[in-house]
C-alpha cells in the first residue's frame, strides 16, 4: 500500500506514528467528534472507538420516529467524516473497562493503550429502577428506538382503519408520552400532528376526533427549565393542537397498553391510560463508564452518574482522562450550577479540551474554559417553537425559524444539512411526511444494546441469581 494511502492499525509500525502522543476518544457524538474535527492532521495520534459507525444528530430523533424524516437525514458515518485524517483511526466496538494504571481501555477483547483519553461516550435512558417498562414504553435515544416507535404509531393506526369496536378504536388511536421537557414535548406535538394528517388525508374509516396524545410528567409545568412565560406559551399551544396535559401525576406502573398514575391529591385507585403507543422521555442517565471510572479511581460521580470533573476536565489524580459531554459533571461555573446536558456546551467542551491537548504538547496552558450560553429552545408544533436566548424570549413562528437555523447549524454533515433543509421546505409546501414506512419485526429494535446495557443485564441477573 501506498505509503500516503497508509492507516494507522492497533500498533503503528512508523516511526512517526510511534512517537506521536495517542490520544484514544471515546463516544463518536457531538463532543467526540468535536474533538476529532480539532485534532485532524496535527502531531498527534488519534483514535476514535465508538459502538456505532456513526454520529447521530439526537435533536432530530422526534422526527424520525414521527416521520418527517428518514435515519440517514439525522445519522452521518463517521469514517467519512473524520476518518479521512491521516492521523485519525476510526475502530468499531465498546469499552467495557478502563485501566488507569496501565492507561489502557479494554474493548473486543483488545487492551488498547493511550497518553490521553477522553471519555465522551453521552448518555441513555433511565426508568428510574423500572427496566421492566423499557420494552412497554420505548425510549428515544437511539434510530431504532425511533423507528420502533414510529412502527408502533402507525400499525395502530392501520389496525384502527379495520376496527369497528369503539373501544379499540379509541385505545388504537390513543398515545402517551412520558416525560414533558424539550424531548417529550417535541414529539407529542409532532405525534398529534401526525395522527391528525394521517386520519384526514390517509385514512378513510378514521374520526379525527378519537385521536389522544397524553403528555404526562410528575412536574408542574411543561420544559421546566425554561422560563415560566415559554412554558405557559407551550403548555396552551400544546393543548389547543390536542395534546391533553397531566402534570404532577407520577407514572405509578406501566403493563402492556397501559399507564397508571397517582398525583399527591390522589385518595383512591390510580388512573389508568390506556394506549396503543406509550413512549418514554422521561429520564436520562450517564453513560456507566461514569461509575466504571469511579470505581477505579474513586472520583465522584453525581446522581445521575455524571463524573465530577477539575476545570479542566480531567479527573482527579488523573489529568491524562477527561470527561466531556452528558458524562462530566461540569461546576466551576460562575454560579456554581453544572453545564446543561446539551449539544451546544458538549461542542464547546470538546473544542476546549482538544486546544489544551495541543497547547501541553508545546508546555502552554489555555485561558480557564468558559461556556458561552447560546439559550435553549424547543418545537411544539409545525411551525412553532419556543426559544430563550439569554433572556430574549420567542415564541411561534419566529421561534421556529430561530430553532430551525440553530439546528441547521449544529448539524456536523452538510449533506444532511442539504438534506434536512429541502424536506423541511417540502413539509411547508405541501404538508407532506416522507419517511411514513412500517419496517421491521414488532420490538425487534429493542434488543439494541445502547452503552454498556448488556453488562447492565448481565449484573441485574447475576444479582437475581443469587
Known amino acids: 500500500m501506498a505509503p500516503d494511502r497508509f492507516f ?145 404509531l402507525l400499525m395502530a393506526l392501520e389496525e384502527a382503519e379495520q376496527t369497528k369496536d369503539p373501544e379499540r378504536l379509541r385505545f388504537l388511536q390513543t398515545a402517551v408520552v412520558v416525560g414533558a421537557g424539550p424531548a417529550g414535548c417535541e414529539l407529542a406535538g409532532s405525534l398529534i400532528e401526525l395522527m391528525h394528517r394521517a386520519i384526514r388525508y390517509d385514512f378513510k374509516q378514521l374520526d379525527q376526533d378519537r385521536c389522544r396524545v397524553v403528555l404526562v410528567d410528575v412536574v408542574e409545568r411543561v420544559l421546566p427549565t425554561m422560563h415560566p412565560s415559554l412554558s405557559e406559551a407551550a403548555g396552551i399551544y400544546l393543548g389547543r393542537a390536542g395534546v391533553e396535559l397531566k402534570l404532577g401525576a407520577k407514572v405509578e406502573s406501566i403493563a402492556p397498553g397501559r399507564v397508571s398514575l397517582v398525583t399527591s391529591s390522589d385518595a383512591g385507585e390510580p388512573e389508568q391510560l390506556e394506549a396503543a403507543t406509550i413512549c418514554w422521555t422521561a429520564g436520562v442517565r450517564a453513560s456507566r463508564l461514569g461509575k466504571l471510572l469511579a470505581d477505579r479511581t474513586g472520583c465522584e460521580v453525581d446522581r445521575g452518574g455524571r463524573l465530577h470533573v477539575e476545570p479542566d476536565f480531567s479527573i482527579p489524580g488523573h489529568p491524562e482522562i477527561r470527561a466531556v459531554g452528558d458524562l462530566c459533571c461540569y461546576s466551576h461555573t460562575g454560579d456554581g450550577k453544572p453545564l446543561p446536558g446539551m449539544a451546544g456546551p458538549a461542542v464547546q467542551m470538546g473544542g476546549w479540551v482538544a486546544r489544551d491537548i495541543l497547547a501541553s504538547l508545546k508546555e502552554r496552558r489555555l485561558p480557564p474554559f468558559r461556556w ?95
Open 8 to 152: 494507522l492499525e492497533l500498533d503503528p509500525p512508523e516511526a512517526q506514528w510511534q512517537d506521536l502522543p495517542h490520544v484514544v476518544i471515546v463516544g463518536g457524538g457531538f463532543a467526540g467528534l468535536k474533538v476529532c474535527h480539532a485534532l485532524a492532521r496535527k502531531p498527534v495520534r488519534v483514535t476514535l472507538i465508538d459502538k456505532r459507525n456513526f454520529n447521530l444528530f439526537q435533536p432530530l430523533l422526534y422526527q424520525v420516529a414521527s416521520g418527517l424524516v428518514s435515519e440517514a437525514d439525522v445519522a452521518s458515518p463517521l469514517r467519512q467524516m473524520v476518518g479521512q485524517a491521516p492521523n485519525i483511526q476510526i475502530l468499531l466496538g465498546e469499552v467495557v473497562d478502563i485501566d488507569p494504571e496501565a492507561k489502557e481501555v479494554v474493548f473486543n477483547d483488545h487492551r488498547y493503550g493511550y497518553d490521553h483519553l477522553i471519555l465522551a461516550s453521552g448518555s441513555g435512558s433511565t426508568y428510574f429502577g423500572h427496566e421492566e417498562w423499557r420494552p412497554l414504553a420505548p425510549p428515544m435515544k437511539i434510530l431504532e428506538h425511533a423507528d420502533e416507535i414510529r412502527r408502533r
Open 372 to 466: 458561552t450560553d447560546l439559550g435553549s429552545m424547543a418545537v411544539i408544533g409545525p411551525f412553532h417553537a419556543v426559544a430563550d436566548l439569554r433572556g430574549l424570549h420567542v415564541t411561534g413562528l419566529p421561534g421556529w425559524v430561530l430553532w430551525a437555523l440553530a439546528h441547521l447549524a449544529f448539524i456536523p454533515d452538510t449533506e444532511n444539512r442539504i438534506a434536512l433543509f429541502s424536506k423541511w421546505m417540502w413539509q411547508i409546501a405541501t404538508r407532506q411526511r416522507t419517511a411514513l414506512l412500517i419496517t421491521g419485526r414488532p420490538d425487534q429494535h429493542l434488543g439494541v444494546d445502547v452503552g454498556l446495557q448488556r453488562a447492565v443485564r448481565e449484573e441485574q441477573a447475576s444479582r437475581t441469581a443469587a
